[in-house]
C-alpha cells in the first residue's frame, strides 16, 4: 500500500520515525515521509494514498516552534478521513490544536495539553483487552517501556482493544514540576473507530525510539495500516 508518514513536532520524532519508515517499508509499504502538512490540503495528491499516518504533535508548543495544521490542512484532513480515507494515530499525534476542537471527533479523544499527564516513562505491561479484534492479530499481553496516558478526552463510537493498568501515584508534572497526583485505573492505550466513511486506527503508544523497537508495537501499527485501508476499500 502506498502510505503517507506525516512526522514533526515536539517528541523525539528523530528516534521514532526512521524506525517506522523502516520496519513499514519491510512489510512491502511504498511510504513517503515528510515534515511538511501541505498535502493534506491538496485532494488529487491525497486521493494517491492508501493510508495516512501521523506520527507527530500538531500544535503550537512554547520554546518549540508553531506546528499547528493550517485551516485549509485541517479541512484536507477531514475530508480525506471523512470521505472514506483510512487514519493511522500514534501516541501523541492524538493531541489537539486549540483551534481545532473538532479533530478530537476524528481521532475518538486523546491528548489535551495542559489537562493531559501520565507517570515517568517506564516499563509497564499493555493488555490485549479484546483478542478478537483485528488490531491484536497476532498479539498477546506484552512489557514496553513507554508512556502509559491519562486523563485523556475520550469521545464515544470507539471500540478499545488494548488498555494499561497503573497504581495511584504522585509524581512531578508540569513546567514547574510540581507534584501531581495521577489516579490508578485502567487506561485504553489502542482503539477503532468510524469517521464518515473512513476507518481510524489510534495507538497511544510509541513515545520514543525504544518504545519503537518493541516488536509488538511494531506488529500493532502494521495490523492498523491493514485494517484501516483495508476495511475501507472492502
Not at 513517503?32 to 491525497?46: F, G, K, N, Y
Not at 499527564?117 to 497476532?138: I, R
Not at 514547574?176 to 490508578?184: A, I, L, Y
Request: with cysteine.
Amino acid at each position: 500500500m502506498k502510505l503517507l508518514v506525516v512526522s514533526g513536532g515536539r517528541h523525539p520524532y528523530e528516534e521514532s520515525t526512521p524506525i517506522l519508515e523502516t520496519f513499514l517499508k519491510g512489510a512491502g509499504h511504498d511510504v513517503t515521509v515528510t515534515e511538511d502538512a501541505s498535502p493534506l490540503a491538496d485532494r488529487s495528491a491525497m486521493s494517491g494514498y492508501d493510508a495516512l499516518v501521523f506520527n507527530t504533535r500538531r500544535e503550537n508548543v512554547p520554546d518549540f516552534g508553531d506546528w499547528t495544521l493550517s485551516a485549509s490542512e485541517m479541512e484536507g484532513l477531514r475530508e480525506y478521513v471523512g470521505g472514506g480515507g483510512a487514519f493511522v494515530c500514534i501516541h501523541i499525534a492524538t493531541c489537539v490544536a486549540a483551534a481545532w476542537p473538532e479533530y478530537h471527533d476524528i481521532t475518538g479523544g486523546g491528548w489535551i495539553s495542559g489537562t493531559s499527564y501520565h507517570p515517568p516513562y517506564g516499563q509497564f505491561t499493555v493488555n490485549v483487552s479484546d483478542a478478537a479484534h483485528p488490531g491484536a492479530s497476532g498479539i498477546a499481553d506484552f512489557s514496553t517501556n513507554d508512556e502509559l496516558y491519562m486523563n485523556l478526552a475520550i469521545k464515544d463510537g470507539s471500540d478499545v482493544f488494548l488498555t494499561g493498568n497503573a497504581g495511584d501515584g504522585t509524581y512531578p508534572w508540569g513546567p514547574d514540576r510540581s507534584p501531581t497526583f495521577m489516579p490508578g485505573g485502567t487506561y485504553p492505550l489502542g482503539w477503532t473507530r468510524k469517521y464518515g466513511d473512513g476507518n481510524v486506527f489510534v495507538l497511544l503508544l510509541g513515545h520514543d525510539g525504544r518504545s519503537f523497537e518493541t516488536p509488538e508495537f511494531q506488529r500493532l501499527v502494521l495490523n492498523g495500516v491493514e485494517w484501516a485501508a483495508t476495511k475501507v476499500a472492502a
